[in-house]
């Protein structure tokens, strides 16, 4: 594998994912890496994203609708995104293996793995309705 050229505003990208927990969208984390690297672009924090993403350093995350957004935690675990605010936030819970197991007696090829997302509405959005 090509080894990449040290970076420090890409250092910087990671470890503002590695600090935060929200799941940010690419503009967000241009945002806080810009407090560090007044000049860095939000082109540059773009292609490091995709970059750290492709090589497997971070996940990108497909909601549906609205911006992608990207997550420092690269090991398996499930989503939950609220239809009503759009947070993105980590479930803890063991990831099932099982998943994988029923998919695989349905398909012609191997399955090693998957990713889930939980559709619904956050605990904030629940209470601000029923005020």
Do not use: W
Not at 10 to 21: F, G, N, S, T, V
Not at 60 to 89: K, M
Not at 93 to 100: G, H, I, K, T
Request: hydrophobic share 35%.
């Amino acid at each position: 594998m090509k080894t990449l050229k040290h970076s420090r505003q890409r250092d910087a990208i990671m470890r503002c994912l590695m600090a935060r927990h929200d799941h940010p969208t690419a503009d967000a984390v241009y945002l806080s890496v810009k407090e560090e690297f007044p000049n860095v672009s939000l082109g540059t924090v773009y292609r490091n994203l995709n970059l750290l993403a492709d090589l497997g350093e971070i996940r990108r995350l497909n909601c549906g609708s609205g911006p992608e957004r990207f997550d420092g935690d690269t090991h398996p675990h499930y989503h939950f995104i609220c239809r009503e605010c759009g947070q993105v936030a980590d479930l803890s819970m063991d990831v099932l293996s099982q998943m994988d197991e029923a998919a695989q007696a349905h398909c012609g090829g191997r399955i090693d793995s998957h990713i889930t997302y939980f559709y619904g509405v956050c605990r904030d959005c629940l209470a601000a309705s029923n005020n």
